[in-house]
């Protein structure tokens, strides 16, 4: 049987295959109950290639290792979320995309939030039939629309999103699938159904990450699956500023993103031509910054 999934939607496979074996490890940074029906026919195959380029067993590790950076990624904006959702005047969280995310069933959640999960159709019925039965622990809307679409704003207020009241987004996975203007353009739509106040968070590499020899056999798997990484940025503080968000960028390994878990060391910033992930977290200031 074939998914019946997009090569890049079925990335959001390989994440399920991630947090399905963290689950499993006794020293695990968070418990994903639901994951392993989210694998697929597909993901343990994804997550077996990853771990052969990962960890290959005729020289040392040269690639970041990817199990422990989606472990520490899922704790980061588990704490995100869970902290936005403590402000009393938060009311609204949007996953884009939604992928195979499972937070809306397994963390708790104020009854008051509204908590949306946009995605295309097959990826949320994909996940609903692997859900079935399963309740959501909030009032759990889904958006079926695809993220390029001229119309998904208004799909998502449709829903009963309210652009005039703060809402939380996260942004996982996405950034750097897509090409640069559509990024820009992804963070333009966002900022403009924001109201002041509202947080966003991210996940995103540096430029190097995308052309450094030793970080072949990684872009090469992705590429190979069909879904090449294609953007990167050295600055994420300024992308997001342009676009009327302060935030902060923090990596894995520095405090707050490493939960003794991160293997490398995480070199200064000012070091250029080495890899980087960045988790980025931030608000909506209420205007534009300069482009």
Known sequence: MTDPLNPVERTALLTAALRSAETLRGDRLYEDPYAARLVGHVGPRLLAELRAATFPADRPRTLPSTPDYNAIRTRFFDEYLQRAVAEREMTQIVLAPAGMDS????????????????????????????????????????????????????????????????????LEGLLYYIPEPDVHRMLERVAAISAPGSRISADIVNRAALTLPHMRALLDMFAGWGCPWVFGEDEPEQLFARHGFEVRAVQPGEPGADFGRWPDPVPPREIREVRRVFFVEGRRTGGLGRA
């Not at 759990?140 to 009963?160: F, N, Y």
């Open 103 to 170: 937070r809306a069933y397994r963390l708790p959640w104020p009854a008051h939030i509204r908590y949306f999960e946009v995605d295309r159709p097959s990826v949320l019925t994909f996940k609903a039939d692997r859900l079935g039965g399963v309740e959501p622990r909030a009032d759990h809307r889904t958006v079926a629309v695809d993220l390029t679409a001229d119309d998904w704003e208004k799909e998502l207020i449709d829903a009963g999103y309210n652009p005039s009241l703060p809402s939380t987004w996260l």
